[in-house]
Structure formats: C-alpha cells, structure tokens
C-alpha cells in the first residue's frame, strides 16, 4: 500500500502517562498563579503594556502582575482545537486532543554535511533539502525550520526561510523564527499569496507561529508584537518556554515546572486579552544543565518528566499542547541517540502531546542530520503502533480462525492471516534477516540504512509546483520586507 502523506497517532483510547497527582497538579497550578501575582513578568513593549493596564492587570513599570481570575478568563478564550491546515488538504492537522504529530526540530545553525559528514554552517539549500525529506517522509507532519538559512540576510531570514518550506512542502509550516513585527507581517503576507487571499488563510491557516519567553519571566516587545500580527491575520500564535534548570529556572524540577506554566500562561493570556478567541497553544521544551560540561542536557529522566508533566498541565488547561521531544545529545544518530529519542517519544505520545518536536536534532538540538530524521521518523512509527495498543473485536479475537486450524497447524495459508497480516508494523531501517545475509551485504547498520533511504527519498520525491504567479509574488514580499529593514 502507498504511504498516506502524514501519520498521526489516536490519543483518545490509549495508555496514558500522567505523572502529576490531582493533588500534585493543583499544587503546580497554584503554585503559577502565586508567581504570575506576586512576581509576574517582564513585558518589552510599553504599547502592550498600556493595553493590559487598560484591561485590569497591574503594571508596575515593565513589570506586568496578572491575579488569578485574570489569567483564568483569559486562557479561557483561547479555543480548545482548531485547524492546521497544510497546501495540500491531505496533509491537514485537526488539533482535537485526539492526534499526536510529529515535526522536525528547529533552527539548528550546523548541519552534518550530508555527503562529507562533516559538521558545518547550514545554508538555504540545506533547509530546501531538509523540507523536501520531510514532505517524503509520513511520519512527518508538519514542519519547523529545521536548519537555518544561514547564507540570507538575518532580519528577513526567516520569510527566506518560509519562502522555500512553502515551496518544497505541502505540509503545514510552523514558524519559529519571525520573532518581529517586519518579519511576521511578511510572512503572513505570504502565506495569504499561497493560500488565496486573507480570508482563504483565515479559514485555511497553512501557517503557524510561536514565540519564545526569556527565561526566567522575560518577553520581548518585538516577539509579543510579532504574536498579534500573526493573531490578527487568523494564523495560530503559540508560545513556547525554554526554561534551563540551574542556569534559567530553579533546581528543582517541581520549580522548572512551576516557572515554565507561568510563563507560557502569561503568554497565552496577554494574546487572548488582546485578541480574545486567538487560536494558540502551550509549548515547553525545558530542560536542564550538565553540571559537567555547563552545556543544556537533553535526554536525561527530568527531560522525560518535564514532557510527560507539561503535556499534563497543558491537557489541564484544555490546550493544544506542543511539547519538544526528541533532541539528544548524541553527535551522530548512534546507540545513544537511539535510546534517548526512543523513551522521549513514547514518554511525550503517552503524555498526550499534541505536537512533538522534533525529529533530526543532535548534540542538544545544536545540528542536524537527514540521516537522524530518518531513523527518528523510524522509531515514530514503531512507538505510535505501539501505543495504538491491541485492537478487541470478534473478527480480531479469532475464535473461528484458531478452530479451523486446530491443534499442530499453522496460519501461514488462512484467509485470516492475508486479511490481516499487513497490520503489523515493519521495519523499513531495523534488521531482522538472516546473520548470514546481514554478513554478506557488508555488516550494515541502521545509520547505513537510513543514509540509504535519504537518497532514495530526495532522488524520487516531486513535490507540487506553487500555482502561476504565486513563486514571484513571493520573491516581491520578500523583497519589499528586504527593502523596509534597510537590505540592498
């Protein structure tokens, strides 16, 4: 059978991870409210700032104070589910609380030369290599930027960015990178040239966004600016927190836990104060330090902890979650990287993580790798069958097929067997032949595989031509932000 162009996961009958106690989760939540009324955060722009005043929350300077029954109405109008819609409505994203996607990760500045193997500064090309391998691959879903565009000018980087993921993909994009006002109405400019017009985007958000708190209770004026233009235009604003345990947030991972809700709800309310009914979502992607090497550690127990926690508080909430999964700190796609991204994926899928970033990231999210996102969308699609659980149904029990072949007979030749048989997941990059071919082919492993399958999938893969016009529309939007931000 073809591949389907996305896979996902059913999240609404399978087991469920959930660490937090009621007891211990209402702790938590109380807990954020304390720091969002008593501390609160910083807010970089003073026109925000003037609005939340107006709206009744207590601004003291840059500091801004949210009580209780604030940030409670607030996250209330954000909407429980909501479209991501891609180009090709194929590849169309409900966010329901009933699918798990996967994504690559994001932004990474190096990249594994995919022919020397080499580590070096990504490029444009590299991230039009990376979009086009993540269109082929199904079990990816919808795509951050997964290297940058190093070679392009830094203020309007990121709408060259999205320039090529429109063009080499018709999978939903979800920007990462447009963190000001210049870039965020340039992209969504663009995003209405490919969708049709500004209510075609409206109801069809082939876009995404979201924006990154500054650790600890920091947000840049540019970046909530960015938020309610994407806002505004009906394309979903997320916001995502990068707390580092030690460095930016407290020890302790109850402390992570507590900072990291307070500063995505705090996010997500001064949006929906200010755009009420904005679809969003809450992002975290805390970690902690290596008391070693200083460097972030990813991969380690309280990662797994912080993603099954998060993804908890976010379902709490009744928000689409997006919840950063697999980033290990291995330098090549190895045993290590295996096992780290292995138990991270099932931690997050069992967590009920809506979006999970994401697949190709080594060394603690610093490169990437096409051969590492290949062997992440493998262990994807093992740990999504596996939590798919067992199926019961009278054809699936199979009482009449065990009493047709009685005691001492087989299933091979069975009308059951042929019915049913594809079910079961296969490996396309594991080896499960014989010791003696496996010799004869030259002892390969799954990295030679995967490198394989890269190959394979870049030589064959077509991805549909953007309508008439719609490329050199692009190239004028992107431009015309160029000629604003000063670029020659």
Known sequence: MPDSPVLSLALDERPSLRPLTPDALAAVRDATLRVLAETGVVVGSPGIRARLAEAGAHVDGDRVRF?????????????????????????????????????????????????????????????????????????????????????????????????????????????????????????????????????????????????????????????????????EAGVPAGFMVMPIACATAPATPAGVLVQSNAEVLAGIAILETLVPGAP?????????????????????????????????????????????????????????????????????????????????LLHAARVFALDEMVLDAEIFGLLRHLADGIRISADDLAVEAIGEVGPGGNFLAEDHTLAHMRELWRPRLFDRGTWEGWEAAGRPGPRARARERVRALLEAHEVPSLPDGVPEELDRIVAGCAAEAGIA
């Not at 954000?78 to 180009?87: I, T």
Request: charged share 20%; proline share 5%.
């Open 67 to 231: 009580t209780g029954r604030f940030i409670d109405a607030a996250v209330a109008l954000a909407p429980r589910g909501y479209l991501l819609a891609a180009r090709d409505p194929a590849c169309d994203l409900p966010l329901d609380g009933r699918h798990g996607y996967l994504s690559v990760d994001g932004s990474a500045a190096e990249i594994l030369d995919p022919e020397t193997d080499v580590r070096r500064a990504s490029t444009a090309a590299d991230l039009a290599l990376v979009t086009r391998l993540a269109d082929a691959l199904p079990e990816i879903a919808f795509l951050w930027q997964g290297v940058e565009a190093g070679d392009a000018p830094a203020p309007v980087r990121p709408l060259h960015e999205l320039r090529i993921q429109l063009t080499d993909s018709r999978k939903h994009v979800q920007l990462m990178t447009a963190v000001t006002p210049l870039a965020a109405r340039g992209a969504v400019a663009m995003a209405r040239a490919v969708a049709g017009g500004a209510e075609a985007l409206r109801a069809r958000p082939i876009l995404s966004s979201f924006q990154v708190s500054l650790s600890p209770l920091q947000f840049e004026g540019d970046a909530l600016e960015a938020a309610l233009v994407y806002a």
């Open 280 to 360: 969003t979502f809450y992002g975290a992607c805390s970690t902690t330090l290596d008391l070693r090497t200083a460097l972030v550690a990813c991969g380690g127990p309280e990662d797994l902890l912080f993603q099954a926690a998060l993804a908890q508080l976010a379902r709490s909430y009744g928000l689409p979650s997006s919840i950063g999964t697999f980033a290990t700190g291995a330098k090549g796609a190895d045993w290590q990287a295996g096992v780290e991204n292995g138990l991270s994926g099932l931690v997050s899928l069992l967590a009920g993580a809506e979006m999970l970033s994401g697949a190709g």
